[in-house]
């Protein structure tokens, strides 16, 4: 990889500072200097483990590895936590540095959005279920800002976490559907010591908050364990453990328990053979926490 100017570095180099683009003109020019393969890893900062585990997934992928950081607010609701979303830039460059990241893209929102997007891209009605029920318009904007990352980055691969499993269908939809040039990756959850799912979120809560958190990823797991019985014992099962944890205090507040095709995120029944996700999401105290487990059921036709 060559950046233009009086800078060179190698693709793969740990622990040298990436090039910051934060213009549209500055990042034409470092992506003009690109040869081989691009990867992309969209974030919205305050990276954590699971978003380095995103990073090492790209660098195998491809010889130059870009990280996108912005908070984007289209995927923000009127009542959600976009003024208070962690912002740790300083932080997030020095772990992309010991990744070996060549490119930080970390625009502003007059660089990303430099007028009112009036025309956005519809999710459709995977984008209304599920998650897309409990936060009308989140996909929405998901799109509008991943779309507009790729035509800006230009990269040959993009990589995305399987704990955004909604969104990763999406994604892989909206690509498929618009016949997006992109190859999308996706890389497994990485979970906390005690099994809670990484998250940049995790940081709002206490430690009481966090005991009652340990609902979710107990119901996956629960559920999980009860799949030989088929589809209805697997949501018996997590419905359980989410049940107890209404009750506990502070209390989770369930937003949905479902389990859906992969593809399409409409929920199945015991007749479904092949490939389903288990998610979940709910909020204790303010903050809003989503999980999910890949499952398999009888054999694919």
């Known amino acids: 990889m060559h950046v233009r100017g009086n800078r060179r570095r190698t693709g793969g180099g740990r622990g040298v500072t990436p090039v910051i683009a934060k213009t549209r003109d500055e990042l034409a020019a470092v992506r003009g200097g690109v040869t081989g393969r691009l990867a992309l890893v969209p974030t919205m ?14 660098r195998e992928l491809a010889d130059t590895v870009a990280v996108s950081i912005f908070v984007n607010p289209l995927q923000f609701g009127p009542n959600e936590d976009f003024d208070r979303y962690p912002r740790t830039f300083a932080a997030d460059v020095e772990a992309c540095a010991a990744e ?26 995977m984008g209304r279920v599920v998650e897309g029920a409990a936060r009308p318009g989140h996909f929405d904007g998901v799109l509008t800002v991943v779309l507009k990352l790729f035509n800006l980055v230009r990269p040959d691969v993009a990589v995305f976490g399987e704990k955004d499993a909604q969104q990763l269908a ?11 040039p992109v190859e999308i990756v996706a890389a497994p959850t990485v979970r906390e010591f005690d099994g809670l799912a990484l998250s940049s979120r995790n940081r ?9 958190a340990l609902a979710l990823s107990q119901a996956l797991q629960a559920g999980a364990d009860a799949a030989a019985g088929g589809p209805s014992a697997v949501v018996r099962a997590a419905r359980a453990v989410l049940d107890k944890a209404a009750a506990a205090d502070p209390p989770l507040a369930l937003d949905y328990l479902v389990l859906v095709d ?13 490939p389903a996700v288990l998610a979940v ?20 036709s």
């Open 281 to 300: 999401a709910g909020r204790v105290g303010t903050t809003h926490l989503i999980d999910n487990v890949p499952l398999r059921f009888g054999e694919e």
């Open 262 to 274: 992969p593809a399409t995120f409409t929920e199945i029944d015991d007749a479904h053979t092949g």
């Open 204 to 212: 709002y809560l206490s430690p009481a908050e966090r005991r009652t």
């Open 100 to 125: 070996g990241v060549d490119i930080v893209f970390a625009p502003t929102r007059e660089v990303m959005y430099p007028s009112e997007p009036l025309v956005r891209v519809d999710s459709g009605p």
């Open 170 to 180: 999406l994604i892989r939809r909206m690509a498929a559907d618009l016949d997006v």
């Open 45 to 58: 900062g305050a990276l954590h483990e699971g978003h380095r585990s995103l990073i090492r997934r790209a």
